[in-house]
């Protein structure tokens, strides 16, 4: 059930007159749905014999509905399987999408079905990585290296761990981000979804793995998206799983075909790129926890700084780094008790 707080008359009227449904039964039918990090509301609504997903995007955040519709458009012209769209507001920031249902691989995955979805979800990302690198709709990584940064010094190091101390710790840091990108950027350029990880993915059938949350996609180095899947912060997957998802992923790829690369090139890829990811998520979920004050995702901060830790000790250019997260974890364990 919607409560008449939760969504405005306006919205409300609009919603109504667009799937031909009365006020009384979208509340009543209705249900506003959990959310995690995104600063966007969502609720399903009754649509036809089916259901729906009503998208709300709050006036001045960057999250647009406008991006989420282009992409959207272009992503199902290359077959990628993301949710239909049936009516779109752009002035109240609203999409009415189709409703993928409620297995999100995040707690759909097992032992049993893992080979079979993940498998389903790499081809997923054969499809979107040769989407053209339209520069007009797709951003450009180097422009959100810099701000990726910032995030994580600013919200995770300074506000969120609350240590002075952790000053002299600032320039490591930038030392060790810019080795990342410095590598990284060399890589081969493709469409990237920007966040591909199981709780973004949905089991749509046995054959059949849905996308969403894609409105960030952007031009970037390939790996990007590999890295959201093989060090995933629900699952922790047996080195014999990844090498096998790896080796299927380089077996279908035309991109690593037309760029020559074989599967050792393509696991230091990923492990790069994971890099720059986990620091990412670092200072996106701090700025979340800190502004917004959802608390959800801050158990996952104990894991993705291990995957920085363990990940920066495989190779030289980045191994003297590893200590540096390491030694923030205690930290993090003090601070995560007192909240």
Request: negative net charge; aromatic residues 10%.
């Given at each position: 059930m919607?409560q ?12 109504s007159?667009s ?6 039964d979208i509340?009543?039918k209705?249900?506003k749905l959990?959310?995690?990090?995104s ?5 399903r609504?009754?649509f036809?014999?089916?259901?729906s997903i009503?998208?709300v995007?709050?006036e001045?955040?960057d999250?647009s509905?406008?991006s989420?519709?282009t992409?959207a ?7 990628v399987?993301v949710?239909?769209?049936h ?5 109240l920031?609203?999409?009415?999408v189709?409703?993928f249902g409620?297995d999100?691989?995040q ?5 049993k079905?893992?080979n ?20 007009d709709i797709?951003?450009d ?5 810099v701000?990726?940064l ?23 840091i ?5 080795i ?7 890589y081969?350029?493709?469409i ?22 894609f409105q960030?996609?952007l031009?970037?180095p ?13 699952i922790d997957?047996?080195k ?13 790829s ?10 050792i090139?393509v696991?230091?890829?990923?492990d ?7 620091t990412?998520?670092?200072?996106k979920l ?27 000790s ?7 780094y590893s ?8 930290t993090l364990?003090?601070?995560?008790k007192?909240?």
């Amino acid at each position: 059930m919607i409560q008449p707080s939760d969504i405005s008359a306006e919205s409300l009227k609009w919603v109504s007159e667009s799937i031909g449904v009365s006020n009384e039964d979208i509340l009543s039918k209705g249900q506003k749905l959990r959310i995690e990090s995104s600063q966007r509301t969502f609720f399903r609504i009754p649509f036809k014999d089916k259901s729906s997903i009503l998208m709300v995007v709050p006036e001045g955040i960057d999250e647009s509905i406008e991006s989420f519709y282009t992409k959207a458009k272009i992503f199902k012209q290359a077959n990628v399987n993301v949710p239909d769209i049936h009516f779109k507001n752009d002035s109240l920031g609203h999409l009415i999408v189709e409703d993928f249902g409620d297995d999100v691989l995040q707690f759909y995955l097992n032992k049993k079905n893992s080979n079979k979805l993940i498998k389903l979800a790499i081809d997923q990302i054969h499809k979107i990585e040769v989407i053209e690198l339209d520069k007009d709709i797709f951003s450009d990584f180097e422009k959100v290296t810099v701000n990726n940064l910032n995030l994580f010094k600013k919200f995770f190091l300074e506000e969120f761990l609350e240590v002075p101390e952790l000053e002299s710790s600032k320039d490591e840091i930038h030392e060790f981000y810019s080795i990342i990108i410095s590598e990284i950027r060399d890589y081969p350029q493709v469409i990237n979804h920007y966040d591909f990880e199981s709780r973004n993915l949905m089991s749509l059938s046995e054959e059949k793995i849905g996308v969403i949350d894609f409105q960030d996609a952007l031009i970037g180095p390939l790996g990007i998206d590999l890295a959201s899947i093989f060090k995933d912060l629900y699952i922790d997957w047996t080195k014999e799983e990844i090498v096998n998802w790896l080796d299927f992923y380089v077996e279908k790829s035309q991109i690593v075909k037309s760029a020559s690369l074989k599967s050792i090139d393509v696991k230091r890829m990923i492990d790069f790129a994971s890099l720059q990811r986990q620091t990412r998520i670092l200072g996106k979920l701090s700025q979340v926890f800190l502004e917004l004050k959802r608390s959800e995702r801050i158990k996952d901060f104990k894991t993705i700084l291990k995957y920085l830790m363990n990940t920066s000790s495989e190779y030289t250019e980045t191994k003297k780094y590893s200590d540096l997260f390491k030694n923030l974890i205690p930290t993090l364990e003090q601070r995560l008790k007192t909240l």
